[in-house]
Each structure stands twice: as C-alpha cells, then as structure tokens.
C-alpha cells in the first residue's frame, strides 16, 4: 500500500512539473477596478472584461482581447455600467454582460456593433451564445431572456 502512493505521489508531482505555462501577464491599466470575467476565442487567445471608473466616478466597460501568446490585440472602454459577463461569439466576436442592465455585442476588432438594456433588468449577470447564435441572458433578480442574434427579446 506505503509504495502505491508513494507512486501515485510521484506521478502527481511529475505531472505538474512537467506543465508548462504559455504566459504569465498582469493587465492594470489606470482605472481599472478589476477583471470580472474571461473567455476563451476560437483561435486560442482570450477576452476579458471588468469594470473601470474614470476620473468622474462613473463606472464603465473595459473589453480586452488577447492573443495566444498574452500579446494585447486590443483594449477599449465603453458606455457606463461595467462588464460582468463575456462570452466568444460565432462570428470572432464577443457579447458583454454589464451591471446596468445591458448587453453589448462588439466585433472581432473591438468595435461595437449593438448595444441594447433591458427594461425591468437592473444588472444583467450573464450571457452566452447557443449554436444556433441567439443568446442567452440572466439578471440578478432572476430574469432569463432568450434573444435573437441582434439582441431583440425573443421571450
């Protein structure tokens, strides 16, 4: 029994020395107040999301998209709200869920392409896309929205 686990012991610690890490990067721009979400592209980098507050207190929106290799491709600031949520859509690019009750799709470069709240929705806490690209969203009082690919309320 005393030499199984030592072998077990042994293929464990072989197994995470063996890992190799690709990147290890910190990302604090001024501002930013912290990252609330991550999500993995289809090519293998990422986007993240979290919430930045200007010079004016209001909290807005921070996107990033990053390469494989952790190399910033692209980092914006949008409308107020902070984002919560962030999901990789279909088309390369990626639907953002904010504490303000709203959603923004934005495109492959970071540009925005539709940004939508939702009425009795005070902060949307969640979203994904389905294979058949409509969407789905939660928010913190228990809503569940399913909405087309343009972001209109299907129920």
């Given at each position: 029994?005393?030499?199984?686990?030592?072998?077990?012991?042994?293929?464990?610690?072989?197994?995470?020395?063996?890992?190799?890490?690709?990147?290890?990067?910190?990302?604090?721009?001024?501002?930013?107040?912290?990252?609330?979400?991550?999500?993995?592209?289809?090519?293998?980098?990422?986007?993240?999301?979290?919430?930045?507050?200007d010079n004016g207190g209001t909290c807005r929106i921070?996107?990033?998209?990053?390469?494989?290799?952790?190399?910033?491709?692209?980092?914006?600031?949008?409308?107020?709200?902070?984002?919560?949520?962030?999901?990789?859509?279909?088309?390369?690019?990626?639907?953002?869920?904010?504490?303000?009750g709203e959603l923004l799709k934005i495109d492959s470069?970071?540009?925005?392409?539709?940004?939508?709240?939702?009425?009795?929705?005070?902060?949307?806490?969640?979203?994904?896309?389905?294979?058949?690209?409509?969407?789905?969203?939660?928010?913190?009082?228990?809503?569940?929205?399913?909405?087309?690919?343009?972001?209109?309320?299907?129920?």
């Open positions: 029994m005393r030499l199984i686990l030592i072998f077990c012991l042994l293929l464990f610690n072989l197994s995470v020395i063996g890992q190799d890490n690709t990147f290890i990067r910190t990302y604090n721009l001024p501002g930013m107040n912290g990252g609330l979400a991550l999500a993995v592209m289809e090519d293998g980098g990422f986007v993240g999301t979290g919430q930045h507050s921070y996107a990033y998209r990053i390469d494989e290799c952790g190399n910033i491709i692209w980092f914006n600031l949008y409308n107020s709200g902070g984002g919560i949520a962030i999901d990789a859509t279909y088309d390369n690019g990626v639907i953002i869920a904010a504490c303000s470069l970071g540009v925005p392409e539709w940004e939508k709240k939702y009425g009795s929705v005070s902060c949307m806490e969640s979203v994904i896309q389905t294979t058949d690209s409509t969407y789905f969203a939660g928010g913190a009082s228990g809503q569940l929205l399913k909405l087309d690919s343009l972001g209109d309320v299907i129920w």
